[in-house]
């Protein structure tokens, strides 16, 4: 997977930055690392790294027999005719898709609820995909997606359900390049390694991606996962012992997390590993965005809220003795996404596209 990744032009691993006095002062921590997810092959958030792994896996009946992984994906281009994408997505894996897609010179659809802004929609068209608007939430645009697959339309879910699971499963292990990527990092500054992660949550997938590579390296840090109180479906799974499905509307100021049911394939390790998860309205959100751009980084809400989630448990004597972290602990946060652009600068979304 490694050399998939590297096949990508312009692959470079993302920065992890340990520069932030003022974060470990307030939150009387031995260190803060901050892995910034904000320039992915350009696009603002780490989805390529998991769409990409998952579109092999995907497209594993195309595939030409003189193939193989570590050839690179650009080896493709031009080699899939009459293979198209689809995908469901909340904005980021659905931009990640379309970036794929271009790059092998295919069709690909994204299926987006009406609940996702305008200038997100916008991203995913910018990178030449049509963007289909279904009425509802995630999961309405996730069952359109599923519903339009044919023998070469070709689902790239990042979410799962039953008898849908290998191409998320891939989804996963595509991300664990990010996490391999923190660890050398940390090791290469002989920065300790994390007693505390927090990751955002939408289905859950990343976050069981980095449980996943904490317990493989056997290492065994508290995680937390952040998730909009408006869509708090792994907060919601948890409470019941089970997978539920969250009605909507999902909206929330949390662009990328506006889920409403876990992934499959993630609740075990979630199950399993997740230690606490905190849910935040939108202007909790926003706070940590504040605080984001105090400690000068330019990164995204998801990124903000997961950074808003740190500075609740830790400036808290008795949620830190809740979950167990040494006096000075370790931290490392996901910051998932880069600052949207500016609405003034959003394209205009082609009206022709808003059609179901
Ligand atoms: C920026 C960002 N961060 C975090 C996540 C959460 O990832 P997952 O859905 O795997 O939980 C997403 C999901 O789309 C996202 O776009």
Known sequence: MAELHQSLPGYRPTLLRTDFPGLVQRWCARQVAVKIENDRWGLPSFKVVGASWALVRALRDHLPADWAPDAG???????LTGVSLLAAS??????????????????CRVFVSNEVPDHVRSRICAQGAEVIVVPGTYDDAVAASAAAVTEDRVLVSDTSWSGYEDVPQAVAVGYSTILRECSEQLTSTSAPVPDLVVVPLGVGALASAVIDHFARIGSDPVVVGVEPSAAA????????DRIVSLTGPLESRLSGLNCGTTSMVAWPSLR????AVVALDDDEGVAGSVLAEQMKLHVGPCSGAALAAADALLK??????????????SV???????????ATDAPTYPQEAQNV
């Open 272 to 275: 399993a590993g997740l230690d």
């Open 90 to 107: 909340e904005g980021n894996h659905g931009e990640a898709l379309a970036y794929l897609a271009r790059l092998l010179e295919l069709d």
């Open 233 to 240: 479906c792994v907060m919601a799974a948890i409470s019941a």
């Open 73 to 79: 994906l650009p080896a493709l281009k031009g080699r």
């Open 332 to 342: 490392l946060i996901l910051a998932t996404d880069g600052r949207p652009a500016p």
């Open 316 to 329: 808290h004597p008795a949620r830190r003795a809740v979950l167990g972290l040494p006096e000075q602990p």
